[in-house]
């Protein structure tokens, strides 16, 4: 997408790839899962913009590239910070049990930032119907992972 994204695009964007995920099945058995992943990229954007302002800072202190390295992976430095488990281009290569990875890079942004509360651990991304089918394939998760690589959520990308 070009320009900044508007909320009219975005909600587009969320209904498309909502649509595409689910479909015959209902709606609301995959908004929890979608709205992870939009969480999750817009957390990656905005920490990524965040690192690198901060790396150009390091830089013209005239730090070497270990020392601006070791302070760009100091929890403290950021507003909500995400564990490299978490990072998008982690993410995005994982590819056998997209699910599980998923959980546990939630699990970690939690631990690393006290004020999610615990909200990120209860999407279930193992859930599965009285049948035993996922709710979502590792195939399913990989392809929304995907969907939302283009879209960039950062605030200067935001026109909202």
């Known amino acids: 997408m070009s320009g900044k994204l508007s909320l009219d695009q975005l909600e587009s964007f969320l209904d498309e790839?909502?649509?595409?995920?689910?479909?015959?099945r209902e709606a609301t058995e995959f908004k929890e899962y979608v709205?992870?992943?939009?969480?999750?990229?817009?957390?990656?954007?905005?920490?990524?913009?965040?690192?690198?302002?901060?790396?150009?800072?390091?830089?013209?202190?005239?730090?070497?590239?270990g020392q601006i390295e070791e302070e760009l992976e100091k929890r403290e430095s950021y507003r909500l910070?995400?564990?490299?488990?978490?990072?998008?281009d982690m993410v995005k290569l994982e590819k056998q049990d997209l699910g599980s990875y998923l959980a546990k890079a939630f699990a970690e942004i939690d631990d690393k930032n006290r004020g999610c509360l615990g909200?990120?651990?209860?999407?279930?991304?193992?859930?599965?119907?009285?049948t035993g089918e996922r709710y979502i394939t590792n195939d399913e998760l990989a392809q929304l992972v995907k969907d939302f690589e283009e879209l960039k959520l950062s605030d200067d990308n935001l026109a909202f």
């Open 119 to 130: 909200v990120l651990n209860t999407v279930d991304f193992s859930k599965t119907t009285e």
């Open 17 to 24: 790839t909502c649509d595409s995920l689910r479909g015959d």
């Open 35 to 65: 709205i992870a992943i939009l969480f999750l990229k817009r957390l990656n954007d905005r920490f990524k913009l965040e690192r690198e302002v901060r790396r150009k800072k390091l830089t013209v202190k005239g730090l070497s590239q």
């Open 81 to 88: 910070f995400v564990p490299r488990i978490a990072r998008w």
